[in-house]
């Protein structure tokens, strides 16, 4: 027993005291920590009661700030690109009993049908964007609102003429929202009925954005059909005029498992039923930042407006009737035809002063000296809680060499890559499955349907790939990707895919042109071999010595 005593450590008195804490960002008695008491709530505690407002700024801010606006775009372009994600079917033979010569001919009619689909705006409800456009609209959904909702539809009827009868309809995430606006409870938040393991059930979407309340038929709901019209069958709007009222809930799923709704949000807590905009962190500092500026503005733009001071020792008698008898007006008058009687502050101008005057100058110092550092700092934070470097964030490249600015574009793209894969699995993804769904029954492909409603992830298996990362140094990256081949620690398809070309459309433009050459009786130009010069900075290209 005396052996078990002698092993347990000292506690001192000290460290029983009241408010003794193992982590000091704990302590509650620490005056600097003393009134930080946040609440320990939920994720949908948090977000849900402050939605409105955080997305309200949050898009007021991407409209009149220059800053988010940039960065939103910048998003945009190193996430969707113009082309939007480019899809290289992969299905899983081994998992389905096939060979690789049967994955490839299959992968080739996925990627054809894919393309015919994905391209025309008929993938679209209102006919305006195509699948790429889609996708840039719902990545600044996720962006500045939290996320996006899209209704997969189906032209059962055909009055669409389209060859697919697969469609999404865009709808903001303002309109999900409780039924007459009731309070959350377990079951019902955000406008997501829920099951008792929190999967969604249904949604509960307003048929009109509540922002359009005050128009008259503002609904483009489809279920809403009556329509009034005008002498000459002008449309006026549906006759409905309180579809902002009115909500419809939509099914999760079919009986069959289909989707009927596509929740694109980022999921950053267990138990987070709606997202929120990503400049939550930094909407603050921005927006202090652009009064700050504006006040910066007006202070100089004022100050602009003074060239210089004259001095003017006033009489003593003129004092006393200053103070005494002169009249406020007789006053002003004779200050106005002294100043009429002057010149102007113009280029070349020679001013007569009045005896006893003096002409001061006007140093205002706007803005202040230490604006622009102070600026600069605070945009170097808000760039890291944007997850860019601050070169890519400012699109200000001065200061960098080709180590600072390929580190700078590789940490963005790090980021940019984890949103592509999340678009891919959330969105791109399950647009796929849809369509698959519809190609397999429609007898586009030669898969029976029993056997992919058993195994669609095996079938729908693919890889995604964004816009190209571009290149700062195009000579080094070629010769790193040279290497990287004969060693085989890469693939022309990765080596491609960073371009944003398909290795196997680029071998066939190569048979192509090597064939049209001949026809021509064209020479060809030998193949050529990149080098590496000592010192790793030069590359320079030599004729293979095969030749």
Known sequence: MSDIIRKIPYVGADQFRPGAVAHQAADLTDRALATWLPALSSADAEILPEFGPLTSRSRDLERNHPMVAGVVQTYADGIVGPKGLRFSSKPDYLRLGKDRQWAAELARQIEALWREATESTDIDASRTQNLAGLTDTALRGVLLSGGVLALPRWDKTGRRGSRFKTYLQLVEIDRL???QEAPDSDRLRGGIELDREGAPVAYYVRKAHPGDAHLAGASLWPYTRRLRTAPGGVILGTANLMSAYEWERIPARTPWGRPRVLHLFRKTRPGMTRGKTFLAPIMADLKMLGHYKQTEMRAAIVNAMVAAFVETPLPEELLSQLFGDIEPDALSDLLAQRQAARPGLNGGAILSLYPGEKLESFNPNR???????????LLSEVAVGLNLA?????KDFRQNNYSSARA?????WRFFRNLTQFLASYWNGQILRLYMEEWVNDGLLPIDPEDYYQF????????????????IDPVKEATADKIKLETGTTTLEDVCAK????????????ALEHQRAAEKGLPFSPPTQITVVAGGDETAPKEDEDK
């Open 499 to 510: 371009d944003g070309s398909d290795w196997e459309e680029i071998q066939d433009q190569q």
């Open 367 to 377: 803005p202040a000296g230490n604006y622009a550092p102070f600026v600069d700092k």
């Open 456 to 471: 669609p992830a095996a079938y729908c298996r693919g890889r995604w790939d964004g816009p190209p990362r571009g290149n």
């Open 390 to 394: 601050p070169s890519i964030f400012l």
């Open 408 to 412: 700078d574009a590789l940490e963005s």
């Open 177 to 179: 929202s409780n039924p």
